[in-house]
Every structure is written in C-alpha cells, then in structure tokens.
C-alpha cells in the first residue's frame, strides 16, 4: 500500500511556535487525515485526549473507530494492533508511561519484530508505539524509565527519539509511513518546550543523526531529553573557551553514526549522554562503534555521562540521578585533561 | 528457607499417602508419575459432561439434534473421512521423518483430526484463522499443502505459505499471542464493515488448554467482548499441556469462562468432525452476522507426545490412552459411512491409496529440502533499509569468499 503523504506545504500557516505535545498532536491529525488506515489506540487516548493530552481533539475529529480508548492491557493494545496492521490498518499506539510497556514487550519481541521476517516480507508490521519516557517530572515510580536499548537490541524494530516540536511533527509522520514497526520514545520532561515550526521546510529522512551546533573542542552525543541538557551544556562551555559540537543522534536503531565518526575526526573527543543506566545501553553502543571505526582520531577515551545502574531513585534524588550540564561539563574536562 | 531445604526432597505430611516417586529420591526427577497427574489423567477420560455436543458417537451412531443439525451430503462425508485420514497420515509421516532425522522436530496433531477438519471445513474464504502451532488439519483446509508446513520442523524456514492468501496466519509458538492478533485482525474486519450480514466475515484463534492460563488469552477475550470482535475462540482442549493435566490451569470447564466475559462458550465433542463442523458453523455465523465473540472448547485427546521432544510416559498412563482409543474420530466416521451405506470397501481403498501417494510425495519432498544459503539469515528483516544488517550482510558475505578463495588457491595452486 502507498505510505501516507507527509510533505504537505501548508500555504496558511508559514512558522508557528509550537511545543513538542502540540507537534506530536499536529502530526497525528495530519496521518489520520491524510491515510483511512492510520489508527490511534491507547488507555485514555481518546475522550480524555491522553494523560498528556498528546491525543487531545483527535476522538472527537475522527471518531471512535480511528481513535480507540482501549481496555487496559498493554499486551492487548499491542497484540491487537499486530492483527490489525495484518488487517491492512497502520496502527499508532500510544504506551501510556514507559514503565508500563513490559506487559507489552513479548508481543513486541514474539511478534510485532518477527512477522515481517517470519513471512518473508508476505506480512508488514507498519505500527508505531508511541511512548512518553525520561524522567525530570517529580513522579513515582515506574513513569520516569529509560527503556529505549531493550528495544534496540531487538532485531526487526526500528527505534527513533525526538528531541524538539520540529522533529517530534516530522518524525511521527514519517514512523507511522515507515513499513517497518517504531518504537518512538517522546521526552515529557520537554513536552511544554517550544519551537519554530515551518511546514514548508522539508523534513530530512527519519533514520538520521544531526549535528546541531557545530564545534571543534568535543563531540557530544545523546538524544531525546538529553539534547536540551547538551546544548546549555555547550552554552556554558563556550564561557570556557570550548565549542562544543552537540550531535542529535534522532535514530538509536539503527544508528546513522556517520555524522558522529565525522565529528569525531575532526575533534579527537567523545561524550556520549543519556539518561539511561550505562550497562548494555544505547550509549555503550555508540561507544563501542566510534572506538572501532575512529580509532586512530581518538585524543582521550570515549566517556559517558549516564544515569546509574540502579532503578530509578524516589523523585526527591532525581536531580542527583539524571545527567546535568555540570557533569556534561565535568565529563568533558576530563577528556581534555587525557 | 534455608539453602538446603532444596536438596532435602520434602517429607510427606504425617497420615498422607506415599507419592510415586521412591523415598530419598528428588520429587521433580521421578520417573513414575504422580498420585496426582494419575487421577488427573483418570478424569480427563471422562466423557465430556451432560453439555457436551455431539452429533456422531463413537461407535458411529448419528446423534439427532434440534439445535444443531448440519446440512452435510455424504459426499460431504466422505470427503470430511477422506480429509482426516489423509492429515493423520501426513501427521505420522512428519513424526516417522522426525525419527528418521530428516526432521529437527515434530509436533503430531493425531487424535485431533476432527476438531480440525470439522473447524476447518466450517471456514468461509472470507474468513481467517489464527493457529497455534500443531494446527496441520485447518491448513489442509485453506489450500496449504502438507509439505508446505515442513520447512519450520526441518529448520530451512518459519513458515513458507503467504498468510494473507491464504487465510491461515503463520504459526504461532509463543503460547497464546496468536489469540490477541486474532482479535485484533476481527477488530479490523468489523471496522471495515465486513461485519453484519450472512457475507460477513470471521475470525477463528486456535489454541489448547494450556494456553487458557496465559494472559493473553484473557485479554484477547476482554478485547473481543468490549470491541464486539467477530472472532471464534476454538479451544482444543486435549487434555494436556506437555505433562501438565488440565487441572494444573483450571478448576472449571473451559467452554465455562466465556460466560465471564459476556458471551457464549460451547463444550463440542472434538473427536466428532460432524459436532466440530456443525458448532464451528454456528459459532462463525454467529460472528459475520455480528453476534460474537464465542468460545467453543473441543474436548478431545492429545494421542501422541506434545512433541518428538517429548516423552508421554514419564507422566501418564497407557491405560488412559487405550480408553481414548475407543473414541477415535476416523474409526467412528468410517463406521457410520458404513452402516448408511455411503461408502464401501473400493472407497476406503482409494482413500488409502491416496495416503500413500501422500506419504510417498511428502517424505520425497522432505528428503530433497536443501538448507537455504548464508544470505537468508539477512533476508527480510525489516521491510525498509537497515543500513547495519547491510553492512553485516556484506560483512560475512565477505567472510565466506574468504574461504571460497583458499579453497579455490588449495585445490589449484602449488602447495
């Protein structure tokens, strides 16, 4: 089937300033409108608008068989959304928190990443799980995870993070055309944070990293909630003398790393930031890419600036918990004084 | 609990019998089974209950209904005898190449011919079906040939049919999952609008009695109940899940739950490919007119091992298996063509010629299955660009001319 159109100049609107919940919001209406077959499913997605009120007008504009308050199952939401997309329809489900996606993960694992290798390309598995993720929002536990590498490891899913309005109306768009099942993890501590959007201006390919700001002193990597926190972090180091390059890495699987392997010549140093726990992470990943491929470039080792690897703490010790611009900093005088 | 209560077997309570297994000796490794899977295994002989709905006995007596009395020829019935017989002998054929080593594995379906036929042959072309794993009788149903279904015991692919073409998904290991899609495929067909008249279209999710205990399960039957789903919950229940009794996942008769959902479930007799059709028949028609979900539980009998993997004996009684023997669901076909006088001794003839060519052809074709090349593993994994499985792909690729290379300079050059 033709995947929905995304590229629609908007002649009316030229920029708005928009946040990243009204982005995500925008792209929504955009696919239902543009493809029949898009559906948006979920706990409380549909009258209420959803928890973050990303789904917010969508029930009311498209009706109850296109937005669909679900039964709270996260394994049903997402076991249906398999039969469905076998069904024809592209599925755009919505996990209400992070934390709650494991009842979900053996539909995800057993059968939304396999059925399009299982049939050898007879079935297509177009759904997109939407999940708010991070932490920085004062809440109890299990709302505030970094689940995003489980994922990654897994064959046949693609995963991609959105860091600002602009990428989070582009992104959803081109994940709910994209053939292939996304996981597309949503930063809610930045929900409220705002940006220009110029529909006009075309989107690049979803599966790519981007270099933000550029700079010659470091390379700093992260995505998702993160890249706010690595661009003041770049702000406060330019007070020091150091311009450092901030690369959006947008796509954690796959890794489109030829951005940061360029970088990495051209500085000789890495940062890599998440807010997920370092073992067996997105960011060990990196790492272990940019050793490979840029060896000979490297002036310091690769350091990572990650939460710990312990569950997430009460939200009383977040701030100690998620990765600031201090320890950004910290991080990178360290790798200068190698 | 103390480390070494693991290693100690846990005495019997003081005035309790003796279990099977011999004093000193690890409950979990004993070979004999249980007092407990003993009496489970004496139940499950059970007839079925005064609910059970059956059409044919086994003795091959037609049993007169008013509620469900189908509309079958005999040319119908003959070819229901001609199905059954056929799939049970490219079942026994799978499990003998399994034996032979032709095949990793085998998962055998003998003894659940009816329920499959019956369910199967109750299909409407507009319909779909959701197997588990051993469903070998409803392929046959949907137009797959029987070697189709090789290529996943002999490790060379995951399942070869196109699902979509022909209505029949592919299999589904993980215990259970299969029932969540099926109701969501039904979600689909109903928000489609192909749901509501006598063209209506259905859904049928198989799966056994164990996987009655997984979530998924009990979602898929929510989900289908609060979205009106057109889909059938066909249970086989036959009776054990590898060694594990059907009183290790219920206390109540499974057709039971439904009722806890809101909908109608129905006990049929799944060694009665007569009651098999005729209830699936309904069940489906009450779906596509929009009356469903249903769950319908065949009460039937896994004859032969969970899989070639498994060993039968290590927990239950031959006695309960020659009990279920009498109840065979050819047997009491084959008689019943008999005693109307609808088939005769050059029509079972022909039909066991066929099987023979059947078994001949599929054991050729397994013999002759090659394993498919090192590209393969990367083949399909997403349906758009994955730069990285590329770049793997080339990788190894690589890798092995390597070794073409050496060959090629060992056998031609000077050593």
Same mark, same amino acid.
């Given at each position: ?19 990243i919940a009204?982005?995500l919001n925008?792209a929504l ?10 559906l948006v499913m979920g706990e409380d997605v549909g009258k209420l608008g959803g928890v973050f009120r990303i789904t917010d007008g969508l029930q009311?504009?498209?009706?109850e068989?296109?937005v669909l308050d679900t039964p709270l199952a996260e394994s049903g939401i997402i076991g249906t959304a398999v039969?469905l ?6 599925p755009v489900c919505e996990i209400q928190f992070d934390g709650f996606i494991f009842p979900g993960f053996d539909q995800i694992?057993?059968?939304l ?14 759904v997109v799980i939407r999940v708010p993720f991070g932490g920085g929002i004062g809440a109890v536990e299990h709302h505030s995870e970094s689940p995003e590498?489980l994922f ?7 995963v991609?993070s959105c ?5 989070a109306? %582009?992104?959803l768009?081109?994940a ?5 099942p996304v996981l597309f993890f949503e930063p809610k501590r930045r929900y409220w ?31 998702g909630p ?5 661009? !003041? ?14 690369? !959006? ?26 807010e ?36 997430y703490?009460?939200s ?21 004084? %190698? | ?20 297994? &011999? ?134 692919? +995951? ?21 969540l899609?099926?109701?969501g ?17 259905? #859904? ?11 979530g998924?399960?009990?979602e898929?039957?929510v989900w289908? &109940?609060v ?78 091992? +969970? #899989? ?14 020659? #009990? ?11 008689? +019943? ?79």
């Amino acid at each position: 089937m033709a995947a929905p159109t995304i590229e629609r100049p908007d002649t009316q609107v030229r920029t708005q300033t928009i946040t990243i919940a009204k982005g995500l919001n925008m792209a929504l209406r955009a696919a239902l409108e543009s493809d029949p077959k898009v559906l948006v499913m979920g706990e409380d997605v549909g009258k209420l608008g959803g928890v973050f009120r990303i789904t917010d007008g969508l029930q009311k504009d498209f009706g109850e068989q296109r937005v669909l308050d679900t039964p709270l199952a996260e394994s049903g939401i997402i076991g249906t959304a398999v039969g469905l997309a076998m069904r024809g329809f592209r599925p755009v489900c919505e996990i209400q928190f992070d934390g709650f996606i494991f009842p979900g993960f053996d539909q995800i694992v057993s059968q939304l990443s396999k059925l399009h290798y299982r049939s050898q390309g007879k079935v297509k598995m177009p759904v997109v799980i939407r999940v708010p993720f991070g932490g920085g929002i004062g809440a109890v536990e299990h709302h505030s995870e970094s689940p995003e590498s489980l994922f990654a490891h897994v064959a046949g899913l693609k995963v991609v993070s959105c860091s600002n309005p602009v990428d989070a109306y %582009w992104m959803l768009q081109q994940a709910i055309a994209c053939d292939d099942p996304v996981l597309f993890f949503e930063p809610k501590r930045r929900y409220w944070e705002k940006g220009e959007l110029d529909t006009t201006v075309r989107p690049e390919p979803l599966f790519r990293s981007r270099v933000l700001r550029p700079g010659a002193t470091a390379t700093v990597v992260g995505y998702g909630p993160m890249i706010r926190t690595c661009l !003041d972090a770049a702000t406060a180091a330019e007070e020091d003398g150091h311009s450092l390059e901030v690369i !959006d890495l947008r796509t954690l699987s796959p890794l489109d790393l030829g951005p940061v392997f360029e970088s990495v010549r051209r500085t000789g140093r890495l940062i890599v930031v998440s807010e997920a726990p370092a073992e067996s992470s997105i960011t060990s990943e990196v790492v272990a890419r940019v050793q490979q491929e840029c060896f000979y470039s490297l002036e310091a080792p690769v350091l990572r600036v990650t939460g710990f690897d312990t569950p997430y703490p009460p939200s009383k010790l977040e701030d100690d918990y998620l990765p600031d611009l201090d320890r950004v900093l910290d991080a990178v005088d360290r790798s200068l004084a %190698w | 609990m103390s480390a070494e209560h693991w290693t100690r077997p846990t005495p019997p309570e003081p005035g309790a019998p003796a279990s099977g297994s &011999s004093p000193g000796s690890p409950a979990a490794t004993a070979a004999k089974p249980t007092r407990e899977q003993v009496i489970a295994g004496l139940r499950a002989t059970s007839e079925g209950g005064a609910e059970l709905v059956q059409l044919l006995t086994p003795e091959g007596e037609r049993v007169s209904r008013s509620d469900f009395d189908p509309d079958l020829t005999s040319d119908d019935l003959r070819g229901m005898y001609r199905d059954m017989v056929l799939v049970r002998r490219a079942d026994r054929e799978g499990n003998a190449l399994q034996r032979q080593g032709q095949l990793g594995i085998w998962v055998p379906l003998l003894g659940q011919e009816a329920a499959q036929i019956g369910a199967g042959r109750a299909l409407r072309p507009q319909d779909m079906a959701f197997p588990s794993y051993r469903e070998h009788g409803v392929a046959w149903c949907r137009g797959i040939d029987p070697t189709e279904l090789l290529g996943i015991f002999r490790g060379t692919d +995951h399942g070869s049919w196109d699902p979509l073409a022909t209505g029949f998904n592919l299999y589904t290991i993980v215990i259970g999952n299969q029932c969540l899609n099926a109701t969501g495929y039904a979600m689909g067909q109903r928000f489609e609008g192909r749901v509501g008249d006598d063209d209506g279209a259905a #859904t049928i999710a198989f799966f056994g009695d164990g996987a009655t205990s997984q979530g998924d399960v009990h979602e898929a039957m929510v989900w289908s &109940s609060v979205y009106d789903a057109p889909v059938v919950f066909f249970c086989q229940n036959n009776q054990w899940a590898i060694s594990e009794p059907l009183e290790r996942q219920t206390r109540v008769p499974l057709y039971r739950r439904a009722s806890g959902y809101g909908f109608p479930g129905i006990r049929v007799d799944g060694n009665d490919v007569l009651a098999s059709y005729a209830v699936t028949k309904w069940a489906l028609e009450e779906c596509r007119h929009g009356n469903g979900p249903v769950l319908i539980e065949a009460f039937t009998y896994r004859m032969d091992a +969970h #899989t070639t993997s498994d060993d039968p004996t290590r927990y239950r009684l031959a006695d309960e298996l020659e #009990t279920w023997k009498l109840k065979d669901p050819i047997e009491r076909l084959r008689v +019943h063509l008999v005693r109307e006088k609808v088939a005769d001794q050059d029509f079972f003839d022909s039909v066991d010629a066929e099987a023979d060519e059947l078994a001949a052809r599929y054991r050729e074709f397994c013999f002759s299955m090659a394993t498919p090349p090192p590209e393969r593993i990367f083949s399909e994994s997403y349906a758009e660009a994955s730069p990285p499985v590329e770049a793997q792909r080339e990788e190894y690729l690589r890798y092995l001319e390597g070794f073409a290379d050496q060959q090629a300079s060992a056998v031609g050059g000077v050593r």
